[in-house]
């Protein structure tokens, strides 16, 4: 039998715990006989949650953690004094190799401070970015950075771009990765000093296929599989992602409750418009992986239910299982030799 993929909860984190993450886990292990989960936090509040479900428990361990930190802390104040905290003992879980990920719908601030700070980054790592896919006409893209560097530099995007690459090819599945810059037009004379000053580096970098601008109207479509900017753009392009898909979906069916014969045509259709929607909720791909550190650190979303926290896990296991640190130092030392 294949051993286990440990991953380290922050059972704490978000606004929905410990409810949904302890459901999330639980929901995952029964999915997958892969995977082994640390439900780091309270212990009574923890297990109280679990005594609800059936599960293999041999697959769920509780890690107690006696403190909680808030997402109006500041992060590298809270990391520091916190250290009987859900969210930091989680991440000690992967810094001495207990677990091989975290996952955490807490602090953003907190998790992308600790995760640099205690897992530490993969040696040649200039600035670890934040990867979420997103959803497209085609399947989905990989959408970094997205929140965690905002100053970026050229060379910075040029690593975002390789390691993205790696995470398309091997997590995904899709060969030879399709890898776009964001910029206002599809010329290569177009945009700000970052993007004219990245676009050359791109275009003659030799281990990823680099297709060009791309436009946020052309993101949808699918035209790339890996999807480059720095994290101020990258953030509004996930929210934007968010706030219209939220509000299609809430006008389609509103539209389909006008008159008799809506309902009807709803009625009949519903189960193909389902489908479809599902396809376009964040929740059904998990968090997004803090790529380039020395162990799997994933942020999901704030708000999330157990859903994005099960994703969250079982995204866990493929990046484990393919050996997707090792493949982007790889290709970081290629690039500094």
């Known amino acids: 039998m294949a051993e286990l993929v440990k991953v380290a909860v922050d059972a704490m984190g978000g606004d929905n715990a410990p409810v949904e993450i302890v459901k999330g886990a639980v929901e995952a292990v029964n999915e997958s006989s892969h995977v082994k ?13 679990l005594a609800k479900y059936t599960y293999n428990k041999e697959q769920i361990e509780v890690v107690n953690a006696s403190e909680v930190i808030a997402t109006a802390e500041p992060p590298v104040m809270a990391i520091r004094k916190k250290k009987d905290s859900s969210l930091v003992k989680a991440l000690y879980l992967v810094k001495d190799g207990t677990c091989d990920a975290y996952v955490s719908a807490g602090s953003t601030g907190a998790t992308l401070v600790g995760g640099q700070l205690i897992v530490g980054r993969i040696r040649g790592v200039e600035r670890p970015p934040l990867a979420p896919l997103i959803p497209t006409e085609k399947g989905c ?9 905002v100053d970026a530099r050229s060379s910075h995007l040029v690593q975002f771009a390789k390691m993205g690459s790696v995470y398309m090819e091997h997590v995904m599945g899709i060969k030879n990765p399709k890898v776009a810059l964001v910029n206002i037009g599809a010329e290569e004379d177009k ?3 970052l ?21 946020a109207r052309d993101i949808p479509a699918g035209n790339a599989d890996v999807i480059v900017c720095e994290a101020f753009v990258g953030n509004v392009i996930l929210k934007m992602y968010e706030g219209v898909g939220g509000t299609l979906i809430k006008k389609v ?10 309902k009807i045509g709803a009625f009949l259709v519903k189960p193909a418009l389902k489908e479809t929607l599902k ?3 964040l929740e059904q791909y998990g968090g997004a992986p803090m790529l380039g550190l020395n162990g799997l650190v994933v942020k999901t979303h704030g708000s999330s239910k157990a859903v994005e926290i099960k994703n969250s896990i079982l995204q866990c296991i493929t990046f484990t299982e393919q050996s997707i640190n090792e493949k982007i130092k790889e290709k970081i030392t290629m690039e500094e030799s």
């Open 195 to 215: 993007v004219k000053e990245t676009y050359p580096l791109l275009k003659n970098c030799p281990d990823i296929n680099f297709v060009g601008n791309i436009e």
């Open 141 to 149: 893209a990989l959408l970094i950075d997205c929140g965690a560097n």
């Open 279 to 281: 396809a376009f909720d």
């Open 37 to 49: 989960v640390f439900l780091v936090g309270g212990e009574e509040v923890v297990n109280t949650e």
């Open 191 to 193: 945009g700000n000093a």
């Open 253 to 262: 069916k509103a539209g389909m409750m006008t008159s008799l014969r809506s």
